[in-house]
């Protein structure tokens, strides 16, 4: 969309007001909500915000929702009567800006489980999807409250449903799909491959592959002083002990997806070692997987536009396309 630069303030943007509180869900930002500032004034906050990606990001939101509607309830309100924070679980759709019958993609923003940051780490890789053919939807998912799992988890298999529901109107040829994910998102993409919590407990197809980018694989991998955190988020006070079973590499087995893995060493919230252990974790079961390690690009950094990992997006989809 013409007219979007890194002083726009995401707030202002006509075709996206009435979906501003879902673009940093539950985020703030000093204090501010993250769309009330300018991209240029979030990357001079949070360095690893590029502010030209988040840019992109949301001027192809702008495009899809000028041609229609781009968020849908996942859930109807007779699901939500259990919990009312089922009504804040959407998706955006953003369609393939050429037509193929490429699988769709569910992307997942991370924020620790406390927040969806998609504005910073969704928006961006969809606009790219788009282009190289594939329709995307981002998922936003139940956050900010102990105890989290297996929320998302059950919210990720309600998308999923959801958008197979409405082929149809969703313009899609196949249910074949891959879920992207990071940070947070990636430690719920990373689970999604798993028989035992993913795809299989809720009876669904196995994703063609996943894309988990600087992932929390096993909470064992994670720096001490947020660990605890990590861990009371998961499974809540006093039952650390239970939430050590969400560890990818115990749940690990040979009907995994094909992963794209994706990392930069001096990532100072997700250690690096993360993504190396899953890289490890197949390459012993035998599932093609390939793993990217950039030097400098920390944590958050999405498209990886500025970062040793600029152009990973392409590089997965040639992964992508290469398995049969």
């Given at each position: ?81 259990d919990d009312e924070e089922k009504k804040e679980v959407k998706i955006w ?75 149809k109107q969703f313009c899609l040829e196949t249910e074949e799909y891959v ?146």
């Open positions: 969309m013409e007219g979007i630069s890194i002083k726009t303030r995401a707030a202002d943007l006509e075709p996206v007001k009435k979906y501003a509180k879902y673009l940093m869900y539950k985020e703030l930002v000093d204090g501010r909500h993250p769309e009330m500032l300018t991209f240029e004034n979030l990357q001079e906050i949070v360095p690893a915000w590029n502010a030209v990606s988040m840019a992109a990001g949301i001027g192809r939101l702008c495009e899809a929702a000028q041609q229609g509607q781009v968020m849908y309830d996942v859930y109807t309100e007779e699901e939500c009567m759709h953003l369609p393939a800006k050429k037509s193929g019958n490429t699988p769709f993609m569910i992307v997942i923003a991370g924020g620790a489980y406390h927040s969806v940051c998609s504005m910073v780490e969704a928006f961006p890789p969809a606009a790219k999807l788009n282009e190289l053919g594939y329709t995307v939807f981002i998922l936003n998912y139940r956050v900010g409250s102990r105890r989290v799992m297996p929320k998302p988890l059950d919210d990720l298999a309600a998308a999923y449903r959801y958008i197979c529901s409405c082929k879920v992207c994910g990071f940070s947070a998102g990636g430690n719920l993409t990373s689970l999604w491959g798993t028989e035992k919590y993913g795809y299989a407990k809720y009876h669904l197809p196995k994703p063609k592959a996943v894309f988990p980018v600087y992932a929390v694989i096993s909470s064992r991998l994670m720096f001490e002083e947020s660990r605890e955190e990590f861990l009371k988020t998961l499974a809540g006070e006093g039952e650390l002990a239970d939430a050590s079973v969400l560890d990818v590499p115990d749940l690990m087995t040979k009907n995994y997806p094909p992963a794209y893995i994706v990392h930069c060493r001096d990532d100072s919230v997700v250690p690096v070692e993360n993504s190396i252990l899953l890289k490890e974790l197949l390459d012993e079961r035998h599932i093609p997987a390939r793993l990217e390690l950039g030097e400098k690009g920390g944590h958050s950094f999405g498209d990886g536009r500025g970062t040793d990992a600029d152009g990973w997006i392409g590089r997965a989809v040639t992964f992508l396309e290469s398995l049969q």
